[in-house]
């Protein structure tokens, strides 16, 4: 029986796949006419022009710009609603949605069930959401430009690319701006997030409630925050670049088993916010100039910390607990306010790291204090801190602190700050 419905799709395949047509439409005629006519598997190819229509696609077919025709929606409605399986929406620019955040208006909303969604090559311009993607697995969205509506306020705004209870989606190479939030996911997993320029919005992405997703390559820059993991687990981090956020670049927030590595922190106000972190992985990480290096606080516990660059910023770790908690306890971490020195030509400190000593809570509750820190005074309170442990606070140590960075290039991030930031 299983064979028989092989080959039967396979026939099925072979049949739609002789029987495909294209269908042309000109400037003056309608795209949804030609939809209308159009049979399953058929190619709509959209002549450069301007169309000012609302289409539903409820059969599975491609639309095929040529010359970037634009499809705008009159400001009202979706421009674009997709509910049928297999629909490819390629080389358009699509415009003017209405601007209802209860209907959750967009340049193309993407229905429960329509599976395997492909949309490419498009501007999506002035629209509420560029794209809502609500239970529909197996999408991919590649290669498009979005903006929102810049006019509007950012609450009033809504979000670049959304995904609602979704699997298996591919978000590849879009360039994504001047909305909420240029990537929000919601209940969506095994997603892969790559090559994403996210610039001037709240968040770069917005994670919640989702598991077993791969976020690489991506620039997040000049948003508010660049890259938000909350309530997940199983996210894995990496080669990603978050500079220029006027609060973080990354903020780790109720997370367990994540794997955060070779990102590149620089520029923020917070370069990692960490909030009831567990087991998770941080390595090979680059967290420079920053106002804060790392906020760390909440719980946040047997996470291993190894191999990162914690350089030039102003406050190394803010953290907030009852206890020390041990980082680099394998291969350490580079720091570069350590003082200590390296006798035996290592590599490795001889002398442990302490993040949060008598001179740093002293330096946080009179900033005035910092222009002083390379004073003679100032480093005899830092060894009498270390001499009497009652002066001590809690505090990030990394008993191997190592001497040279392993990012050789740090230098080049130094300066990428929010405006007006500092």
Sequence with gaps: MALLTRVAAL????????????LTVSPGQSIAQAVARAAP??????????????LLIEKPLTLKGIGRPTISGGLKGDTIRVT????????????????????????VYIYPGAHRAVVRNCDLTY??????????????IENNLITGKR????????????LYNTTGARIIGN???FVRDAIYVDVSHRAIFRGNSLHHSRYGTHYMNSYYNLWEDNDSWRNRGGLALMEVRDQVVRNNRAWGNSDHGIMLRTIQDAVVENNVVAGNARGFFIYDAEYNVLRGNLVVDNVV???LWAGSINNTVEGNDFISNREQVRYVAARDSVWGGKLGNHWSNYLGWDRDGDGVGDVRYEANDVVDRLSWQHPMMKLLLASP??????????????LRAPSIVDPHPRMQPGHTNWRIWLGKYFPGAR
Excluded at 11 to 22: F, H, K, P, V, Y
Excluded at 41 to 54: S, W
């Design 11 to 22: 026939l099925w395949l072979l049949s739609t796949g002789a029987t495909a047509a294209e």
């Design 41 to 54: 598997g058929d190619v709509i190819r959209i002549e450069r022009g301007h169309y000012e229509e609302n």
């Design 84 to 107: 049928a399986e297999d629909v490819v929406i390629d080389g358009l620019i699509v415009s003017d949605s209405g601007d209802s955040l209860l209907d959750q208006n967009a340049g």
């Design 127 to 140: 629209n509420l959401f560029g794209l809502w993607i609500e239970k529909a697995n197996d999408v991919r």
């Design 151 to 162: 006019d509007y306020r950012s609450p009033q705004r809504g979000n670049g690319i959304q």
């Design 175 to 177: 360039r994504i701006g």
């Design 293 to 295: 290096g790392v906020h």
């Design 377 to 390: 005074a100032v480093q005899t309170l830092r060894m009498v801190g270390q001499q009497f442990p009652l």
